[in-house]
């Protein structure tokens, strides 16, 4: 039992160290302020997810799921729209441009002379009837031109002393149906100045993989009363606003044709097309794309084959489009540019313009250097080099991972102490994955080095001369001491104490300032830093390899090493 405690212990102390190798540890990145860069984003990431519709909309019980006929492709473009908000505000106010027609109500007062009120009914001919004058023709005249209208009519039978007042009486409640490719189809209630959006959102919104955005019909007594195109209020926010009758039916027909539009648009989606074939310029009007896009590729399937076009957007106006194309918008764009940034003990200009193919060597060329920088040492740091670090390091922490957790024990009392140590081991992993590569390039020769093509958002360091030694990792008091000509790694460790028990005395790495790595313990030079490794003392052979591995990179690509690691 005795012997069990103590190897909790240990594991315990080995979680312990495992948190400590990177409690006090901070990304180190060069600095790279004010550098430009260029992202080319992928079409799947800059495709825009408009929300789906919400639950939140006001039908009568629940609304039935949407079908998958689309997934994996971008949603359809008016999906966006039946969330919930139009159905949850009514409208009730004056529409000028309202042409009257069959069945609306007409409020007309009469004074003076004569003295009348009553609501009239457009009738079948159009008319309202006012006693002692007759039909008075109001079918097709706008709303806001209502009044001058019925009071010229009404002037010729009364001349004098007779006042006119006529209205729409527009805010009355009506049931409106809504079928066809809906959510919901019903019967739903309203008033009759309530678009018909508010309507369709009443009804779930339209079926988004099956119902037309461009053919919303509104039918009353049987015949086509207005045809909406729902693109047109999307894109431009037009919309036919008319007063709805009791019985009025608001159908949605079936979705004509499509069209898929990826890549470089500010609206990727699935277009409905009302004919079989379009320009691509009247496609493109609609996707909108981004100031980067360059070229259209289509892609078009032809009975079991499939056939690619690729065209400039210059000839957009050309080029046809056909229904079930997929259309995708790229930035076909070489660099004749790059920017590269100067840090460090440089006077003059921090970023320089070069073009694209310059070498090191150009650089240089138009470096101005402080009195104090040391050309010696310039430093060349990379975002791709960077992200090939963070990769190498993901992928062994991902082993280190996989090692901890699927360890094998013989016993109960290993098995207890496995978990534990699984357990900091993972504390450690998640920590280190938090470290972010410098992406420094190794300037080993500078003949070679002179030579290095730059890459866009390349930052050259410039560091000031230096006549200190750093010395950190498993000693007794790291510290920078000054530089010490032809002084071994050694004679420094020395100077600050000696290696702690946990040092691991073959393991003393020398960080030289171009990025060359000494890991014979040499002579270190002026600014270099010389970091000791901890023992890594376990049973479990792939995790001390794993662990061995997770440090020496954290110390070259990230110039980070602290704590130490045991376990027994």
Known sequence: MTAMKNRLIIALALGTSLCAALQA???????????ATTTQQAPAATAPTPAPTSSTVMAPGPLPAQ?????????????????????SVTFTGFNPDYTLATGDRVLVRLWGAVTHESTQLVDPQGNIFIPNVGPVKVAGVRNGELNQS????????????????????????????????????????????????????????????????????????????????????LLKGQIEQMQLHDGDTVVV?????????????????????????????????MASPTPNATHINIVRSIGPEKRSEYHPLAKANEVMVEAGDEV????????????VRIDGAHQGERTFILPYGARLKDVIERINPAPQ?????????????????????????????????????????????????????????ERAKTIQ???????????????????????????????????????????????????????????????TQRADRNKLLILKTNGTIDTNGGIPGPGDEIMVF??????????????????YQLAVSAGVLNGSISAK
């Not at 689309?70 to 908000?85: H, K």
């Open 437 to 499: 590569p410098k992406g420094q390039v190794v300037l080993s020769s500078k003949e070679a080095a002179a030579e290095t093509l730059m890459e866009d958002g390349d930052v050259v360091r410039l560091p000031e001369r230096s006549n200190v030694v750093s010395v950190s990792g498993e000693v007794l008091f790291p510290n920078t001491m000054v530089y010490t000509p032809n002084a071994a790694a050694a004679d420094y460790v020395e100077l600050v104490g000696g290696f």
């Open 373 to 429: 920088a040391n050309m010696d040492a310039l430093q060349l740091y990379r975002r791709s080099v960077a992200q090939r670090q963070k990769e190498n390091l993901d992928s062994t922490l991902r082993g280190l991972e996989a090692a901890a957790l699927t360890g094998r024990s013989a016993t109960n009392e290993e098995a207890t102490l496995r978990k534990s140590e699984s357990e900091m081991i993972m504390q450690f992993i």
């Open 150 to 233: 019925v009071e010229t009519t009404i002037k010729r039978v009364f001349r004098a002393n007779v006042g006119v007042y006529a209205t729409l009486e527009a805010a009355q409640p009506v049931k409106v149906y809504v079928t066809g490719f809906v959510r919901a189809p019903g019967l739903y209630g309203g008033l009759s100045s309530d678009s018909v959006l508010y309507y369709l959102d009443k009804a779930g919104g339209i079926d988004t993989e099956r119902g037309s955005y461009l053919s919303v019909d509104v039918m009353r007594n049987g015949k086509l009363r207005s045809r909406l195109n729902l693109y047109n209020f």
């Open 328 to 339: 995708t918008l790229t930035a076909d764009k070489f660099p004749s540019t790059i920017q």
């Open 25 to 35: 540890q901070t990304p180190v990145t060069p600095t790279t302020t004010g550098t």
């Open 67 to 87: 079908p998958n006929a689309g997934a994996g492709l971008p949603v359809m473009f008016g999906s966006q729209m039946f969330s919930g908000r139009f159905g």
């Open 253 to 285: 027909a079936a979705r004509k044709h499509t069209v898929t539009v990826q890549g470089e648009a500010q609206n990727a989606y699935r277009f409905e097309l009302a004919e079989a074939r379009i320009k691509a310029a009247d496609l493109l009007a």
């Open 534 to 551: 901890p023992k890594v003392e376990t049973k479990w052979v792939e995790v001390a390899r794993g662990i061995t591995s997770v440090l």
